[in-house]
């Protein structure tokens, strides 16, 4: 897995810098360069991205719809991948209207098939059994961590509102 990308003879590690020097150098100067470009092109555009604030919001929308249909759809070239763009825009639009964050649903979007992946390759390398995910006292910390910091928000409003009863049945 980790041969999939060509090193032409360069050795990654601590002597990088010492052994290509030249090489590390320009990738820099690129990455300074590429840093800079896009300061200098968009600095004359602002009167143009300003205007486009002045889009009317149905307009912007469909125009966001399209772009994002398109390129939901050219990934893989799957229907499928159009639904699953429908279902979360209407999860997005639920949560907007009910004040869930949206954070975490785009976080889980972008990390979903990563850890799927890393998930799957688990339970290959223990084969098929789920002690590669469960076994051991780290995993158990880990888990038991997650489920504090899933829990804690519950726990606080649980305490609100029972704080928020107790005055309410003094008064």
Do not use: H
Not at 98 to 106: A, E, K, S, T
Not at 139 to 159: D, M, N, Q, R
């Amino acid at each position: 897995m980790l041969a999939a990308f060509p090193t032409y003879g360069i050795q990654p590690g601590p002597l990088l810098f010492e052994n290509e020097s030249q090489l590390v150098w320009t990738l820099i100067a690129t990455l300074f360069i590429g840093n800079a470009m896009p300061l200098v092109l968009n600095m004359p555009m602002i009167p143009v991205w300003v205007r486009l604030l002045r889009i009317p919001k149905p307009y912007l929308f469909a125009g966001i719809l399209f772009f994002a249909s398109m390129d939901a759809y050219a990934v893989n070239a799957q229907p499928f991948d159009l639904l699953v763009l429908l279902v979360l825009g209407v999860a997005g639009l639920a949560m907007r209207r009910f004040g869930i964050p949206m954070l975490p649903l785009i976080v889980g979007v972008i990390l979903g098939p990563m850890a799927e992946r890393q998930a799957r390759m688990s339970l290959q390398l223990s084969g098929g059994g789920l002690s590669g995910l469960v076994g051991g006292p780290v995993s158990w910390t880990v888990y038991g961590i997650v489920a504090l910091i899933a829990l804690w928000p519950l726990a606080v409003l649980v305490k609100r509102r029972s704080t928020r009863d107790r005055e309410l049945a003094a008064a």
